[in-house]
Nanobody, 127 residues
Framework: EWQLVDSGGGLVQAGGSLRLSCVASGSTFDDYSIGWFRQAPGKEREGVSCISSSDGSTYYADSVKGRFTISSDNAKRTVYLEMNSLKPEDTAVYYC????????????????????WGQGTLVTVSS
């Protein structure tokens, strides 16, 4: 069974940048929408960004628009999340996901409907 492996988290000061990576181990992203959620302590998991498998459209949460950029490299089977101008409220565990849309538009589904997840990588932004 193939897996998603997240990496790239760490501690950064407010205003800094990080790039998260998510590698598909043992598969490709063909036919999968791919993206990122995050979960801060005591909060529900929230969608951050997504690339749709249908047309390559990208989506961002309002809270990260203009600061985060999602991209993918299918040859490397990797999806990236470039995060700039980080804020303390961006502190969370970030999880990548991949989904084939069995329950609808993957980029707009709740996390419980998504097919496959990475293990998460912690991002901590200090003020």
């Amino acid at each position: 069974e193939w897996q998603l492996v997240d990496s790239g988290g760490g501690l950064v000061q407010a205003g800094g940048s990080l790039r998260l990576s998510c590698v598909a181990s043992g598969s490709t992203f063909d036919d999968y929408s791919i993206g990122w959620f995050r979960q801060a302590p005591g909060k529900e998991r929230e969608g951050v960004s997504c690339i749709s498998s249908s047309d390559g459209s990208t989506y961002y949460a309002d809270s990260v628009k203009g600061r985060f950029t999602i991209s993918s490299d299918n040859a490397k089977r990797t999806v990236y999340l470039e995060m700039n101008s980080l804020k303390p409220e961006d502190t969370a565990v970030y999880y990548c996901f991949a989904d084939r849309g069995m329950y609808g538009d993957s980029c707009h589904l709740p996390p419980g409907y998504l097919e496959r997840w990475g293990q998460g990588t912690l991002v901590t932004v200090s003020s």
